[in-house]
């Protein structure tokens, strides 16, 4: 199972170069495992651009005068 798991979200977040096809594969994905807005926005950045454009979006967005806010952003992402 744990294999499993791991092969979905690899599949789901690695960029095949096809835009359209990674942001809608991300978006199903989103949407099959009830994802909120937040969360769904920063799949299609991994889906789309990468893991660690999506780690840098999530850092960026909770980022205010040069201080990174930890908490708020594993309230909004968990």
């Given at each position: 199972?744990?294999?499993?798991i791991?092969?979905?979200v690899?599949?789901t977040?690695?960029?095949?170069?096809d835009?359209?096809?990674?942001?809608?594969?991300?978006?199903?994905?989103?949407?099959?495992?009830?994802?909120?807005?937040?969360?769904?926005?920063?799949?299609?950045?991994?889906?789309?651009?990468?893991?660690?454009?999506?780690?840098?979006?999530?850092?960026?967005?909770?980022?205010?005068?040069?201080?990174f806010?930890?908490f708020?952003?594993?309230?909004?992402?968990?």
């Amino acid at each position: 199972m744990d294999k499993e798991i791991i092969n979905v979200v690899k599949t789901t977040f690695t960029p095949t170069g096809d835009f359209k096809k990674d942001e809608l594969r991300a978006r199903g994905y989103a949407k099959a495992v009830g994802m909120d807005q937040a969360n769904t926005e920063i799949a299609v950045v991994m889906a789309t651009q990468g893991f660690d454009a999506g780690a840098n979006a999530m850092i960026k967005k909770h980022t205010t005068d040069g201080k990174f806010d930890y908490f708020a952003m594993r309230q909004q992402y968990g």
